[in-house]
C-alpha cells in the first residue's frame, strides 16, 4: 500500500521542481522529482506512490498520455501543472482521470493543500455501504470501488466512480451540476459545469461499450438529460 506522505513530482523546469519539493518536503510529505515522463514512469514502477504531480508539457511527450498509461496500471490520484489556461485542456485532463489541475504561474503552498485535500479525499474517506438496485441492472462495490452494469465491470476513473455512484444512490431524481460536483470532486469550486458535461459523456459511452450498444440508442437514456436542471439516472427497462 502507498505511504500517505509520498509523492512523485514530474516535471521539467528545475525551479519549479524544486520549489515544489521543498514546500511539499516542509508540510510532512516526502516528495521524489523527475524531469521527464520516461523518468517517472520508472520510479513509478520502482516504489509506490500516493499522488503524482504531473507537468502536462514534458520534453519527451505530453503529461496527458503519460496519464493514459498510468492509468492503465494504477488509479494514484494525479495532480495536473500546466502553463495553459484554456478550459479543453482542464475538461481533457479531467476527463483521462486527473484529479485536479493547477495552472502556471502557481504558489508551491496552493499546490501542497490541493494534495492534502486530493489524499484527504482519497485516503481517509469513511468506508459506505454498498448498492444494488433493482433487476441488477447496477450494482455498486464501495470497498472495491467498482461498478457492474448488466454483469460487466466498468472500467472508471475515480470521478467517473463517484459521479455514477451519486446518480445511483437515488435513481429518478435529478441532480444538479453543482450538487455532483459536491459529490464527485476534491475541490468543486474548481471545477467547470462542463467538466460535469464531459464525465456524462465517457460514463455514456462505457455503458454501451459494456453492452456493445452504439451511440443514440436506448443506453444513453440510462443516464437522463434535463434540460437546465442537471442529470439523473432511469433503471427501467
Not at 501543472?81 to 495552472?103: C, F, H, S
Amino acid at each position: 500500500m502507498a505511504e500517505p506522505s509520498r509523492i512523485l513530482v514530474i516535471e521539467d523546469e528545475p525551479a519549479i521542481a524544486d520549489a515544489l519539493v521543498y514546500a511539499l518536503s516542509t508540510e510532512g510529505f516526502v516528495p521524489e522529482w523527475r524531469a521527464n515522463g520516461r523518468d517517472g514512469l520508472a520510479a513509478f514502477a520502482q516504489q509506490s506512490f500516493a499522488l503524482v504531480i504531473l507537468d502536462v508539457g514534458l520534453p519527451d511527450g505530453s503529461g496527458f498520455d503519460l496519464c493514459r498509461e498510468l492509468r492503465t496500471r494504477t488509479s494514484v490520484p494525479v495532480l495536473f501543472l500546466t502553463a495553459r489556461n484554456a478550459e479543453i485542456d482542464r475538461v481533457v485532463g479531467l476527463e483521462l482521470g486527473g484529479d485536479d489541475y493547477v495552472t502556471k504561474p502557481f504558489s508551491p503552498r496552493e499546490v501542497t493543500a490541493r494534495v492534502r485535500a486530493i489524499l484527504r479525499r482519497t485516503l481517509s474517506s469513511p468506508p459506505q455501504e454498498g448498492v444494488r438496485l433493482k433487476n441488477d441492472v447496477f450494482a455498486v462495490d464501495d470497498d472495491r470501488k467498482t461498478v457492474r452494469f448488466h454483469g460487466v465491470t466498468l472500467e472508471l476513473t475515480r470521478c467517473e466512480y463517484r459521479l455514477l455512484k451519486a446518480l445511483l444512490a437515488r435513481p429518478g431524481r435529478v441532480y444538479s451540476r453543482d450538487e455532483l460536483m459536491t459529490q464527485a470532486w476534491e475541490d468543486p469550486g474548481a471545477s467547470l459545469d462542463r467538466t460535469v458535461d464531459a464525465h456524462i459523456k465517457t460514463l455514456r459511452a462505457k455503458l454501451r461499450a459494456a453492452t456493445g450498444a452504439k451511440n443514440g440508442d436506448e443506453t444513453d437514456e440510462v443516464i437522463r438529460t434535463h434540460r437546465g436542471e442537471g442529470y439523473s439516472v432511469c433503471i427501467e427497462r
